[in-house]
């Protein structure tokens, strides 16, 4: 048995190879372009942990953890012929693709950044499915971290998948329209038709794992060794706003919340996170729900003021002197959406969250701290422009 893991040096790629690794006396192929450490040194910043090179993360690995099943190759997914040789040498009974550009403020800068996000992440996913079906692999699992984001923000509550749709007394169950608010998001909005597309007609197993906003710093393999530590993006265009409002926390900041701040957005934990996509490169294919399956990976929804009021609760823990401010909304936004989502089958599949927002929080900002020297040189990668303007006036 083989699995392949894409995006195997991400945030969020790494720690679920570890998992995996850990779990399994079977190979486990990292596959990587190191993409990520280009594109936030791009953009003027860097992870407040230090990451190691993948050669010493691997020899960690094995040292800390005991995982000699770990192997590594670097290519880029866009080049056809490199995704053909992968999926021919490794034969992978499971592929878990979470390799992306994964920035939706990064899409957004300008439309060459647009057209790269989408021709990067949508060309490694057909290429990676039809490179499955060419080379006779369609029972290979094919597991990818799409997001929520393609729901948008409607009114009514999400489902986890489908929509009924009725019509002249008609009823039936049809995809979720795509409603992301970015050319990052509607990548993965694409990736899903693409995924549905592949399963019909290569009859290729699909889990769409549907990605909330991840936060932590860590999970229980990384915390054993600091080479093994994943990176943790805290600036604009790479760090989600939990972390961005943790460094300004850390920082001596206050927390800036836009408006009234009421609106629900998903998160989880990064250790439920890599779990799940854990459970699902591992399981017994029996145990599947079905052969297409989309799961919500979100264990709830929280509001960006319950978000701040916590964080700046947490820090205080640490002595750290910060509040909630509220500054006038640059965004179009509504700011009191109540969003509800469905994640029965995701809950299901790692038996409920394990790690609170409040735990999550109190081990970033433990682990913001270790580190404030690199928060503090960079602080002008985080602070929103309300914030510097009025420091700028004071």
Avoid: C
Avoid at 47 to 59: K, Q
Avoid at 106 to 115: D, H, K, M, T, V
Avoid at 187 to 199: E, F
């Amino acid at each position: 048995m083989t699995i392949v893991v894409t995006g195997a040096d991400g945030y969020v790629g790494w720690p679920t190879s570890l998992r995996i690794a850990s779990r399994t006396d079977e190979r486990v192929v990292l596959v990587d372009n190191f993409g990520r450490r280009g594109w936030v040194e791009e953009v003027g910043s860097v992870s407040a942990t230090p990451v190691a090179d993948i050669e010493t993360r691997l020899e960690a690995a094995e040292e800390a953890l005991g995982l000699a099943n770990l192997s590594f190759v670097e290519g880029d997914l866009t080049d056809r012929a490199f995704v053909d040789e992968l999926l021919q040498v490794h034969e992978p009974d499971t592929v878990v693709h979470a390799a992306a550009q994964p920035s939706a403020p990064y899409s957004q800068i300008n439309g060459e950044r647009a057209n790269y996000t989408q021709h990067n992440n949508m060309q490694a996913t057909r290429n990676l499915v039809w490179g499955l079906h060419e080379n006779d692999l369609s029972d290979t699992h094919f597991v990818e971290t799409t997001t929520t984001g393609v729901y948008g923000a409607p009114e009514f509550p999400i489902p986890e998948g489908g929509a009924a749709m009725e019509n002249d007394g008609e009823r039936d169950d049809v995809p979720f329209p795509a409603m992301a608010g970015s050319w990052y998001h509607l990548t993965k909005s694409h990736d899903a038709a693409n995924l549905r597309l592949a399963h019909t007609q290569f009859d290729i197993p699909i889990s769409d794992v549907r990605t909330a906003i991840v936060y932590g710093a860590e999970t229980d393999e990384t915390a054993t060794d600091d080479r093994l530590a994943t990176r943790f993006d805290f600036d604009y265009y790479f760090g989600v706003v939990a972390h961005r409002f943790a460094a300004q926390a850390v920082a001596g900041y206050p927390i800036t919340v836009y408006g009234k701040g009421e609106q629900r957005k998903p998160f989880i934990a990064l250790e439920d996170a890599v779990e799940g996509l854990a459970r699902l490169a591992l399981g017994d294919p029996d145990d599947r729900p079905d052969d297409h399956v989309v799961y919500n990976q979100v264990t709830r929804p929280i509001s960006i003021v319950e978000m701040g009021n916590t964080i700046a609760d947490v820090a205080g823990e640490f002595d750290l002197g910060t509040e909630v401010e509220h500054f006038e909304n640059p965004r179009d936004e509504d700011e009191t959406h109540q969003m509800e989502i469905e994640n029965e089958r995701y809950a299901d599949l790692i038996g409920g969250q394990s790690v609170t927002f409040e735990e999550g929080i109190r081990g970033v900002i433990e682990t913001l701290v270790e580190n404030a020297d690199v928060i503090e040189s960079h602080e002008d990668r985080f602070l929103p422009g309300v914030l510097e303007d009025r420091l700028a006036d004071d």
